[in-house]
């Protein structure tokens, strides 16, 4: 969402905070992380359902882990006759601002946004879990 789209901050939110979007009548659109020092302030990251799931607010761990994952397995069965892939593609995967490649047994990672930059511990420690690579190599700008 643009800067010019916001009718209203609820509260003063910092780079990459989580922030739940409304429309005017107050009705939940999904959560996402904001930064209002930008124009493009928030990207959305969660649906409405996943809120429920967390019990009103998303657990941002699990839904995490649950985009990862998918867009590993979105990769995984392509059956790609290549040690190189993107693993991770950004809004394609649900995950604006990462981008993860792997060449061979290592990982280039890419957070691009402050929201991704916060998330970064939690992806760093799923691909090392998950991918096992002999390194992750950051290329974040």
């Given at each position: 969402m643009f800067s010019n789209q916001i009718t209203t901050w609820e509260a003063m939110v910092g780079p990459g905070e989580l922030v739940e979007v409304c429309d005017r009548r107050g009705r939940s659109l999904g959560y996402g992380y904001a930064n209002p020092d930008v124009f493009l302030c928030i990207r959305l990251l969660y649906t409405t359902a996943a809120g429920r799931r967390g019990g009103g607010v998303p657990d941002e761990t699990a839904e995490l882990m649950r985009k990862l994952n998918r867009a590993r397995?979105?990769?995984?069965?392509?059956?790609?006759?290549?040690?190189?892939?993107?693993?991770?593609?950004?809004?394609?995967?649900?995950?604006?601002?990462?981008v993860c490649?792997?060449?061979?047994?290592?990982?280039?990672?890419?957070?691009?946004?402050?929201?991704?930059?916060?998330?970064?511990?939690?992806?760093?420690?799923?691909?090392?879990?998950?991918?096992?690579?002999?390194?992750?190599y950051e290329r974040s700008d």
């Open positions: 397995s979105r990769r995984l069965n392509l059956h790609l006759d290549s040690d190189a892939y993107r693993l991770v593609w950004s809004e394609a995967d649900g995950l604006p601002g990462l490649d792997v060449y061979r047994d290592v990982v280039v990672l890419q957070a691009l946004t402050a929201g991704m930059e916060r998330r970064k511990p939690r992806v760093l420690d799923w691909l090392l879990r998950s991918c096992r690579p002999r390194g992750v």
